[in-house]
T-cell receptor, first 115, second 111 residues
Framework: DAGITQSPRHKVTETGTPVTLRCHQTENHRYMYWYRQDPGHGLRLIHYSYGVKDTDKGEVSDGYSVSRSKTEDFLLTLESATSSQTSVYFC??????????????FGPGTRLLVL | TQLLEQSPQFLSIQEGENLTVYCNSSSVFSSLQWYRQEPGEGPVLLVTVVTGGEVKKLKRLTFQFGDARKDSSLHITAAQPGDTGLYLCAGDYGTASKLTFGTGTRLQVTL
């Protein structure tokens, strides 16, 4: 358990409304990530952060923005939600692995339905 | 964009059978990780392999990293219903600790 929580865990919203998902970690990890998981696509990286106010785009960043004003919180915002953004969203942190490389640990996920 | 191909996509077997899941790429990984995910939960790390040719065992699970560090396999011996889940491989290409995930293998083990 890497001390990662996500909120909300479930959300139903309407097309065109803004939505913000929160990822909170308690162990001072530098790297944080947002993924979405859809059938047939596995996990795809949306945005990631390598420190406070340091963020960068992943492979599916269109329609999403992020902010990291504190080490412990990484926010994902859908400025104007669309039905194609219906998905399960996972937050992750990474830390050096015992065997080398870096290991990612995931939060429990947020299930988002855009009607 | 690096691609990770995982096969098979689905596998339904009976308890006691053996199986192998494959993860392949045209790119070289600095490390490769295997995760298992159960419904409603996030992926949980099973193993990380770093060295080409490396073999790691975790009880009935055997993980192998190809000599060229472009492919990996997961072999399960005498599968049990508790092995049921989604198995994901993920390659670390060494840039900002980002991972690229395969599309996953959904395994169902029945009695």
């Amino acid at each position: 358990d890497a001390g990662i929580t996500q909120s909300p865990r479930h959300k139903v919203t309407e097309t065109g409304t803004p939505v913000t998902l929160r990822c909170h970690q308690t162990e001072n990890h530098r790297y944080m990530y947002w993924y979405r998981q859809d059938p047939g696509h596995g996990l795809r990286l949306i945005h990631y952060s390598y420190g406070v106010k340091d963020t960068d785009k992943g492979e599916v960043s269109d329609g999403y923005s992020v902010s990291r004003s504190k080490t412990e919180d990484f926010l994902l915002t859908l400025e104007s939600a669309t039905s194609s953004q219906t998905s399960v969203y996972f937050c992750a942190i990474s830390e050096p692995g015992l065997a080398g490389g870096r290991t990612q640990y995931f939060g429990p996920g947020t299930r988002l339905l855009v009607l | 964009t690096q691609l990770l191909e995982q096969s098979p996509q689905f596998l339904s077997i009976q308890e006691g059978e053996n199986l192998t899941v494959y993860c392949n790429s045209s790119s070289v990984f600095s490390s490769l990780q295997w995760y298992r995910q159960e419904p409603g939960e996030g992926p949980v790390l099973l193993v990380t392999v770093v060295t080409g040719g490396e073999v790691k065992k975790l009880k009935r699970l055997t993980f192998q990293f190809g000599d060229a560090r472009k492919d990996s396999s997961l072999h399960i011996t005498a599968a049990q219903p508790g092995d049921t889940g989604l198995y994901l491989c993920a390659g670390d290409y060494g840039t900002a600790s980002k991972l690229t995930f395969g599309t996953g293998t959904r395994l169902q083990v029945t009695l």
